[in-house]
T-cell receptor
Framework: SQELEQSPQSLIVQEGKNLTINCTSS?????LYWYKQKYGEGLIFLMM?????EEKSHEKITAKLDEKKQQSSLHITASQPSHAGIYLC???????????FGAGTTVTVRA | DAGITQSPRHKVTETGTPVTLRCHQT?????MYWYRQDPGHGLRLIHY???????DKGEVSDGYSVSRSKTEDFLLTLESATSSQTSVYFC?????????????FGNGTRLTVT
């Protein structure tokens, strides 16, 4: 199975500051996706990366997939309280449909 | 929002009793998944289905069984619930994991086994 390690496990950031979350795979990533979850709710899709070196942005969130396709980062610029939640990276394995996820990073934004 | 309904939303049951969770979709997607979410473990795949009556195990399938007799319904059964199965259970559906988004999630079922 695809093992995904996320770091850090949790972080606290002052409102207006930037933050970065990393997701590292033990295997080549054929598809890497980021979801966000608010406590007690379902998961909201953020973005999906498939090509080495690919970078996507949505509002103040940018995600990158490195050239070797084994690591992704999620960067939030000028964080706001609405960015608080749990961020999970997930991966599509190459030859089956057992989509797997990292353990998640809990983000707290302090006013 | 994708049409996914999980029922019940909350359930408290006693150790040793059978429990069935239901996932119903109105999207006609081929793939359906059951995950459990626990602190420090993120989402872990229990079972998934790639068609009617076609299912496969995930990484934490022990103690769980599933059935899919219709495209729209995917049932998760705990034959004899244990306290270690206290968790939040999420159903997800997919038309294709290669598309974005790869998975649409339900709102979860919070199960407590006492």
């Amino acid at each position: 199975s695809q093992e995904l390690e996320q770091s850090p496990q949790s972080l606290i950031v002052q409102e207006g500051k930037n933050l970065t979350i990393n997701c590292t795979s033990s295997k080549t990533l054929y598809g890497l996706y980021w979801y966000k979850q608010k406590y007690g709710e379902g998961l909201i899709f953020l973005m999906m990366l498939q090509k080495g070196g690919e970078e996507k942005s949505h509002e103040k969130i940018t995600a990158k997939l490195d050239e070797k396709k084994q690591q992704s980062s999620l960067h939030i610029t000028a964080s706001q309280p609405s960015h608080a939640g749990i961020y999970l990276c997930g991966a599509t394995p190459g030859n089956d449909y057992k989509l797997s996820f990292g353990a998640g990073t809990t983000v707290t934004v302090r006013a | 929002d994708a049409g996914i309904t999980q029922s019940p939303r909350h359930k408290v049951t006693e150790t040793g009793t059978p429990v069935t969770l239901r996932c119903h979709q109105t999207e006609n997607h081929r793939y359906m998944y059951w995950y459990r979410q626990d602190p420090g473990h993120g989402l872990r795949l229990i079972h998934y289905s790639y068609g009617v009556k076609d299912t496969d195990k995930g990484e934490v399938s022990d103690g769980y069984s599933v059935s899919r007799s219709k495209t729209e319904d995917f049932l998760l059964t705990l034959e004899s619930a244990t306290s270690s199965q206290t968790s939040v259970y999420f159903c997800a559906i997919s038309e294709s994991p290669r598309q974005a988004p790869p998975l649409h999630f339900g709102n979860g079922t919070r199960l407590t086994v006492t």
